[in-house]
């Protein structure tokens, strides 16, 4: 794979850095791939919308920003609106059912909608998980990836105490692609 | 008390000093000295740092690792060589501008640290070096060469400033005073923990001469005057104390060393590290 | 010893070279975008019976430091822009009296709070010219997580081979951005400690130089030396004479010692350079827009060559005007209104004509800006 470049987005505090910087962990320990893992910072990351990025490279990765994405994850109709020129139109959009698609000219081939938030309040029990289980969709969606790479990092990189409803999170969101 | 061997503290070869005849930096420099030797620390184990103006020079005048930093920063560079090795004994020389003015952030942040640093102020209530500006010690209404019309500024009490900050060894002598400076300074280099020495002295060069005070002599009589032993000064009336300042052991506390906490903290994080592999 | 490779940040780049260098002592004060590296440190030195110390200013950070070389251990700070401003005053202080020490400088967007999470090289003339008063500097640039793990291993082994202090400029897209890298393993890499004096304390000068790298033995405070330190000019016993001479002689000397070492400290890289007309030279995060450029100019067809700087000070004269010597024409991207381009300029004397592409308002300039100007230069 040469450049392959994700972006995750939503609103601040909705975890979407997290589950960015969890991606990228993962890919450098599979050890297949070099990663670049760049993200919003200060005031723009705790209110608004908020971002981070993922280059995944079989190269040496030069520019370690997205130019245009191959993959875009939207967790708001904020975030879907300010990211969505970015994102190529052979590329891959990911997007809560409810988000609001403004400028449906710009959507890309591939557009998956799944029920984030439902499976997060509904089957899981916290919203505030939805962005793993926008995680466990994307890990399902890529084929660079293994999803037993990603649930030993999120075991890692949560709060201890929350480790297995991450875990049952990022299955749900793993199970509703693969399902 | 008897007198340390000159030889052994001073370097010879620098003297005589820079500061002007009368002044009151070398009755201090030799009562540190004196300390320094009442109190028995090892000379090669033992730091002495300033910063800027006269008393910034004191430290080259004397046979230890000295260092002469930036203006009011003494303190900050002791903090670095004391955490870096806690057995180094630490002797801060400053003045009233440079400990009170421009330095009095890492004065105030030594002092609630409660690291162990032994800090002599040589408060002259003045800008010597740069003749006679008036500092954060000029008391209101005096003339300095930034005061032509008289001093507005209100004085700092440097001594209650430290206590207040939480040092926990402060006392306050004065150049007349010699014999009590010299143990105030040896009981403070023996405190585990902040303390803090507010030696007042006469700048009749710059202070004096433009205050009408005179020469040295008439100055330190002054200091005689006008500070009070602790428990003298309790007793004198409300007018009395407005004018008149103590002297003496000011305070001292027991309170955990900062290195001593440190070094805790690293036995304990490693300890840490080794039960959970 | 094996290694992995792990995930890191930039600033926490910082943290593991400085720790594979032997670092024992951090003092620092809070700052974005440059506080994961205090953090680190505060988790990491206790660990390693080192110390850290979150001081009560910068000017009072750039003095522990400074502290915590003279007794002896290998000593950090870190800051950003308006920190950095403060430190001038000390590090000035340890370029004179030779306290080697490393200091970071992860730049934001200046001046004043500017753009407190916003990249910048706006910096770079402040890391040559801060402090008052001529003086030497030695300035490393890292552009990848990696590289920074390197340059900081090379700062600290530069200011103890040299006595002086070094500045290693990040800028925030390097000290936020992860990327995998492969740690070297402990035994693998080369340390340098700084010469201390072989014992003799008799009549001991601190200033006085033995080898021909005008660089002077130093000790340890508590080693019995009874040395003086002074901020003012000062001869080879340490002590002020107020004297020209004196004065000379010690600038000359700080002068010499950067110039002695010149060609084993100045790190440049160069890429696609044999058959290259136009060349780009960049330093710090710009450096990777440029090769992307560059790589991207070439797959159209452009003979276009790359010249990364990474020790930006002192400057890389020579190797600057061998590649004038060799191009018809430099590009220098900067994030900032026109700085380096200007050494640039005088080094290439005319040889080359430098063009200059700037950005100064907090945005990384993208490899597709570069590729246009290689387009409108070609």
Redesign the interface.
Known sequence: MDRYEIRLSGAGGQGAILAG?IL??A???A?KF?????????P?ARGGASKAEVIVSEKV?????V?KADFLLALTDSALKKYLPDLKKTGSLLIDEEVFIQDKDLLPKEVIKIPIFKIARDQVGKIITANMVALGAMTALFDFIDKGEIEKVIAKRVPTDTVELNLEAFSAGYRFIVE | MANPDINKYYRRNKLPHIWCPGCGHGIITGAIVRAIDQAGLDQDKTVVISGIGCSGRAPGYLKFDTLHTTHGRALAFATGVKMANPELNLIVITGDGDGAAIGGNHLIHACRRNINITTVMYNNSIYGMTSGQFSPTTPTGSLATTAPYGNIDTQFDVSNLAMAAGATYVGRSTSYHVRELIDLITNGIKHQGFSFIEAVTHCHTQFGRKNDLGGPMEMMEWQKENYIPVKAWAKLSAAEKEVKKTRGLLKEEEREEYTDKYLALIKQVQAGEEKNG | MKT????LQGNEAVVEGALLAGVRFFAGYPI??SSEIAEGFSRRLPLVGGKFIQMEDELGAMAATIGGSLAGLKSITATSGPGFSLKQENLGFGIMIEAPCVVVNVSRTGPSTGL??SPSQGDIMQTRWGTHGDHPAVVLAPSTVSNTVDLTIKAFNFSEMLRTPVILMLD??VG?????VLLPAADAIEIIDRKRPDGNKANFKPYEVKGHDHVPPMPDYGQGYHYHTTGLYHDETGFPRGKSEDAEKLMLRLMHKVDYYRDEITLVEKKYLSDAKIAVLAYG?VA??A??AV?MARNNGIKVGFMQIKTVWPFPEKEVAELAQKVDKIIVPELNYGQYVREVTRAAGGMAEVIPLNRFAGQ?I???TIKEMIEEED
């Not at chain 3, 992995?4 to 995930?7: A, P, S």
Request: proline residues 8%.
């Open positions: 910087i990228a962990d890919i450098t320990k050890d070099n990663v670049a893992q760049t993200q919003s910072y200060g723009e990765i030069a520019y370690p920003k130019t | 992995e490779k792990v995930l974005t975008p407190p999470t925030e897209v936020h951005m992860r990327e995998n995060s990777r827009s090769e992307s790589e990384l993208s490899p597709a």
